[in-house]
C-alpha cells in the first residue's frame, strides 16, 4: 500500500482535485480543512506527508507549521499555495517547509512532485477507480476526502 498523505486545504475544488489524483496513485488520503484541525489532530493521526494550504480560514499555514514543528511533527511538509509571487517560494522554504508546489497545480506532474518527498518503499502503484476511493477517517474534525464540507 502507498503512503497515507494529509491534505490541510479549505477549498473544495483543491482538495478534491489533489484528493483524486493522489487516490488514484494509491495513496490513502486524510483531509483537514482548517489549520486549527491539522495541529488539533497532528498528534493522533500517523501520516507521511503533509501537504498545507498556507491560506486557511482560521490560521496560516505558517502557524500549522510552527506548532505542528514545536509538537515533534519529524514528517515532511509541502505548502501547495496560490501564493506564489517572486520571492514566496524562498521565504517559504526558509520558514521550514520541505517544498513548495504552486497552484494552481499540474494534475500531470503533481503526484511526481509529491512522490518526490516519500521514501521509495512508500510510493504508490497506479491503480483504478477502487484505489481513489480508499479513505480512512481520523479523530473528530478531520474527514476522509470527498467527504461533504459543512
Same mark, same amino acid.
Given at each position: 500500500m502507498g503512503?497515507?498523505?494529509l491534505i490541510v486545504e479549505d477549498n473544495p475544488q483543491s482538495?478534491?482535485?489533489m484528493?483524486?489524483?493522489?487516490?488514484?496513485?494509491?495513496?490513502?488520503?486524510?483531509?483537514?480543512?482548517?489549520?486549527a484541525? @491539522?495541529?488539533?489532530?497532528? %498528534?493522533?493521526?500517523?501520516?507521511?506527508?503533509?501537504?498545507?494550504?498556507l491560506q486557511l480560514p482560521d490560521i496560516d499555514g505558517y502557524q500549522v507549521l510552527r506548532e505542528l514543528r514545536a509538537r515533534g511533527t519529524?514528517?515532511?511538509?509541502?505548502?501547495?499555495?496560490?501564493? @506564489?509571487?517572486?520571492g514566496d517560494r524562498e521565504r517559504t522554504? @526558509?520558514?521550514g517547509f520541505d517544498h513548495y508546489i504552486p497552484k494552481p497545480i499540474n494534475p500531470r506532474t503533481f503526484v511526481g512532485e509529491v512522490e @518526490?518527498?516519500?521514501?521509495?518503499?512508500?510510493?504508490?502503484?497506479?491503480? %483504478?477507480?477502487?484505489?481513489?476511493?480508499?479513505?480512512?477517517s481520523g479523530p473528530a474534525g478531520w474527514r476522509p476526502s470527498g467527504a461533504a464540507t459543512g
Open positions: 503512503a497515507r498523505i482538495l478534491e482535485l484528493s483524486y489524483l493522489l487516490g488514484a496513485h494509491g495513496y490513502e488520503v486524510c483531509c483537514a480543512a482548517t489549520g484541525t @491539522a495541529v488539533d489532530a497532528g %498528534g493522533s493521526v500517523t501520516v507521511d506527508l503533509v501537504l498545507l494550504d519529524a514528517v515532511k511538509i509541502i505548502a501547495v499555495t496560490a501564493v @506564489a509571487m517572486v522554504l @526558509a520558514a @518526490a518527498w516519500l521514501p521509495p518503499a512508500l510510493r504508490g502503484r497506479r491503480a %483504478g477507480p477502487a484505489a481513489a476511493s480508499r479513505r480512512r
